[in-house]
């Protein structure tokens, strides 16, 4: 490994531990030359199928990205770092086994959407919002309505539950 702050690529590992997700190791380093020490991560390097966006052109799937996006349209959510954080990890779990060389920008948000929706309703609706970019207030209306009703099938079956 080079050190970032000479270029000398004698380095030495002086700690390794897992991360708190438990999917990458924690390196600290000591280059040899100038006596630095420096922090690397180190984790599986899985292939990601290309996401076709909706413009039809295809590109690799960006997390930081993907990221940026989520931030931004939860940004007045008071829980928009866990939430992205809990959806970036759902996503690039289903991107991991899917099996697929390509899936649609598309799949993509609907996945994000069904797991934000188990999250907060709020939160869900903001996304959607953006996500869907609503051209009217009716469309808009309509998928308010949606929501509403499956709350009152869940609530439905919820209290059928609670009476057994």
Not at 68 to 84: D, N, Q
Not at 115 to 124: M, Q, S
Not at 133 to 143: H, M
Request: net charge positive; with cysteine; aromatic share 10%.
């Amino acid at each position: 490994m080079r050190c970032p702050f000479c270029g000398t690529q004698d380095t030495k590992v002086v700690d390794s531990r897992l991360t708190s997700e438990g999917d990458k190791v924690r390196r600290r380093r000591e280059c040899s030359f100038c006596k630095e020490r420096f922090t690397t991560y180190e984790g599986a390097e899985l292939l990601l199928p290309q996401i076709i966006k909706r413009n039809g052109n295809r590109e690799a799937f960006d997390e930081q990205k993907f990221r940026v996006g989520l931030r931004l349209s939860l940004a007045k959510c008071p829980k928009a770092t866990e939430y992205s954080d809990i959806i970036v990890s759902h996503v690039m779990h289903v991107l991991n086994v899917c099996n697929e060389r390509e899936i649609t920008s598309q799949y993509i948000g609907e996945v994000a959407l069904a797991r934000l929706r188990d999250l907060d309703i709020a939160a869900y609706v903001r996304f959607a919002s953006v996500y869907y970019q609503f051209a009217s207030l009716q469309a808009f209306q309509k998928e308010i309505e949606c929501i509403q009703e499956s709350i009152t099938i869940k609530e439905s079956k919820q209290l059928q539950l609670d009476l057994f």
